[in-house]
Structures are given as structure tokens and as C-alpha cells.
Nanobody, 114 residues
Framework: QVQVVESGGGLVQPGGSLRLSCAASGFAFGNYLMAWYRQAPGKERELVARISAFRSNTNYADSVKDRFTISRDNAKNTVDLQMNSLKPEDTAVYYC???????WGQGTQVTVSS
């Protein structure tokens, strides 16, 4: 069955960096759009970034543009989110998503605090 498992979250100081990774299985990974979402306490889940299947075209939320980079490795069935210049407002649970299947991972906590 379709599965995605996130890793790489943690506590980081403002201005720091983290790299999240999502390992996918159970489907032809290279054929599908992948996305990262996040949900902060008391807020709705929001799209952070997505990457297309074949040409790896990317889209970002305005709030993370020029700081975050989404990438995929179709040989390893992984999609990563490199997060630089982190801000306290980036604190959230980050989720990997396969839009076509509506499949979510369990999420990984990112906390940006001094």
C-alpha cells in the first residue's frame, strides 16, 4: 500500500537549517507529484512546496520562497525539503503528501526557537 514516512525534524535556532526527508513506497514514485505541507498549532494545514513528477518543476508558498528547496530522487523514492534561514513562524508539524492518493505521513515536528 501507499506509504510515506517523514524524518529529519527537530529543534533549531532562528537562522538555522534543517533538512526533512520523506521516504515513499507502494506506488510508482517517479510518476507522481509530491508535496510538503505544514500545520502550526491552532492553524490550518498549508502547502509549503510541491514538485512535479517528470521535470521536477517546483512551487513554493510565498512565506518560504527563497529559503526552502524541495527536491526528489526518483531512484531512491525520496523527496526532501531543505529549510534555510528558519524563523520562529516556521514552527509546525511538517507532512509529506502524495496528492493523487491523498496519502499523508505521520508528520515530523520542526521547532524554531532560541
Amino acid at each position: 500500500q501507499v506509504q510515506v514516512v517523514e524524518s529529519g525534524g527537530g529543534l533549531v535556532q532562528p537562522g538555522g537549517s534543517l533538512r526533512l526527508s520523506c521516504a515513499a513506497s507502494g506506488f510508482a514514485f517517479g510518476n507522481y507529484l509530491m508535496a510538503w505541507y505544514r500545520q502550526a498549532p491552532g492553524k490550518e494545514r498549508e502547502l509549503v512546496a510541491r514538485i512535479s513528477a517528470f521535470r521536477s518543476n517546483t512551487n513554493y508558498a510565498d512565506s518560504v520562497k527563497d529559503r526552502f528547496t524541495i527536491s526528489r530522487d526518483n531512484a531512491k523514492n525520496t523527496v526532501d525539503l531543505q529549510m534555510n534561514s528558519l524563523k520562529p513562524e516556521d514552527t509546525a508539524v511538517y507532512y509529506c503528501n502524495v496528492p493523487f492518493f491523498g496519502k499523508w505521513g505521520q508528520g515530523t515536528q520542526v521547532t524554531v526557537s532560541s
